[in-house]
């Protein structure tokens, strides 16, 4: 199966009091290029995160947003900051000494003041934690994985589409050729009989000219090649995995022969099926850019 690289997953477990909550979404990227969003206190995790997502990623810009709430009761600290306090009082001690102001501080007063008392979460326990994370990262990532190949198979589908129409063109290019030798044996013989009224034009002269113009618009190996690079596409489709790169690289030998044969072309029914094979290649290639 191929995949695409623009997918999401989204999963969330609450276990006990804790409840993990995991969401990745992607965009096609030439590399793996992973943001993970996560809380502060489990900056801890994110190698771990990273190394776990490179199991289901290879390719693509993925954002990871990861939240966690702790519910527990033990779950936050009072802490009592004494060197603040001491500044605090010392500071208003010297003020009312400085003013002549009566020194009114209470415990209850100076409780109140900033950073006093101050409110923090304890420490995750990180061998408890991590399972909970992993197993949401991973349900998470498997929804993401699956959207990814739904996808996928989606342009899979249009991309043997086109190249079925490409190889039409192709088709009626090979058909093509010969015609137009043969319009332009006619054209000649026709004008030469203008101008030399009754007198024939040799016939090896002629022939010389018509093997000239054939050797000029002959695109017989360009034609090959794109079979072959046609074939080889639908062959990498079939064979799924992570190939974009691949396919990309044969889009462009594509590119190089269709280029080929508008610059050879001197037909105008060539150079429509032409243009359209080139423009086809185009789409082709476009769609490839999603492709893991």
Known sequence: MIESMTGFGRCEILEGNRKVTVELKSVNHRYLDMNIKLPKK???FEGAIRSLLKEYIERGKVDVFLTYEDYTEDNFVLKYNE???????THLKHMAEQFGLENDIKTSTLSRYPEVFTLEEQEVDEDTVWPLLERTIRKAAEQFVESRRK????????????????????????????????????????????????????????????????????????????????KSTKDVLEQGGCIGRKLDFIAQEMNREANTILSKANDLAVSDAGINLKTDIEKVREQIQNIE
Do not use: W
């Not at 060197?83 to 009082?89: D, G, I, P």
């Not at 249009?158 to 190889?167: A, P, R, Y």
């Open 83 to 89: 060197a603040v306090a001491y500044e605090y009082l």
């Open 151 to 230: 996808e996928g198979e989606h342009l899979k589908k249009d991309l043997l589409e086109k190249l079925d129409t490409m190889l039409s063109y192709v088709n009626f290019i090979e058909e093509r050729s010969p015609e137009i030798v043969q319009d332009y044996r006619e054209k000649l013989e026709a004008k030469v009989a203008e101008l030399l009224g009754d007198t024939t034009m040799e016939e090896g002269r002629i022939a010389t000219e018509v093997t000239i113009l054939s050797d000029k618009i002959c695109v017989d190996e360009e034609l090959v090649r794109l079979r072959s690079h046609i």
């Open 42 to 44: 489990l900056n801890v």
